[in-house]
Structure formats: structure tokens, C-alpha cells
């Protein structure tokens, strides 16, 4: 059964960073898309990126581009989210996700999801 466990999110002040993982087990990630979201308090659940586990690629929101970066260590089964220059809007639970198909920032293309690690970024 596929699972997905986030970690390491917490309090940052501005322009600070944070590195957020996802731990996957059950299936093996060459084979999957994991897609990084995120929920802000009363707001609806944005995507932030997609990572492709079979071709490396990886795809970014405009909001966080050049600013977030993903990446994967094979031997654990982790996906990483490097989380650069972070800002008060970054604010938000961030969750993981893993899809079969093909690469996506919609949240509804995405079946199995992690619990969720809370990001707060304030002075």
C-alpha cells in the first residue's frame, strides 16, 4: 500500500529556508509523479510542484519558482522540497502526493496524499 510521510516543516523567519521531505514507501518512485501542495488558512489548496519520478522532470508553480526546488534521493525513496527566500505568503499546511500518470499542479488528479507538514514563515 502506498504511503507518504512529510517532515520538516516549522518556523522561519523571512528570506529564510526550509527543507521539507517525503518518504514514500509502498511503490517504487521511478514509476510515479510526486506533486507538492499546499493549503493556506482559508484558502483552497494550491499545487506547487510536480516531480516525475521516471524522467527527472519537474514543474513549479510562478509563485515559487526560483525560489523551491525538488529533488530525490533513490536510495531512501524521499522526495525533497528546498524552500529558499521564503516569504510570510509561503505560510501554509504542505502536503505530498503520488500519482501513476503524468505530471500535474491539480490537486483532484492526485489519489494518495501524505498528512501534511505546517510551514509558518514570520518575524
Known amino acids: 500500500q502506498a504511503q507518504l510521510v512529510e517532515s520538516g516543516g516549522g518556523l522561519v523567519e523571512p528570506g529564510g529556508s526550509l527543507r521539507l521531505s517525503c518518504a514514500a514507501s509502498?511503490?517504487?518512485?521511478?514509476?510515479?509523479?510526486i506533486g507538492w501542495f499546499r493549503q493556506a488558512p482559508g484558502k483552497e489548496r494550491e499545487g506547487v510542484s510536480c516531480?516525475?519520478?521516471?524522467?527527472?522532470?519537474?514543474y513549479y508553480a510562478d509563485s515559487v519558482k526560483d525560489r523551491f526546488a525538488v529533488s530525490k534521493d533513490h536510495a531512501t525513496n524521499t522526495v525533497y522540497l528546498q524552500m529558499n527566500s521564503l516569504k510570510p505568503e509561503d505560510t501554509a499546511v504542505y502536503y505530498c502526493a503520488t500519482d501513476s500518470g503524468g505530471c500535474s499542479l491539480s490537486d483532484v488528479d492526485f489519489p494518495t496524499w501524505g498528512q501534511g507538514t505546517r510551514v509558518t514563515v514570520s518575524s
Open positions: 509502498g511503490f517504487p518512485l521511478d514509476y510515479y509523479v
Open positions: 516531480f516525475s519520478g521516471g524522467t527527472g522532470a519537474t
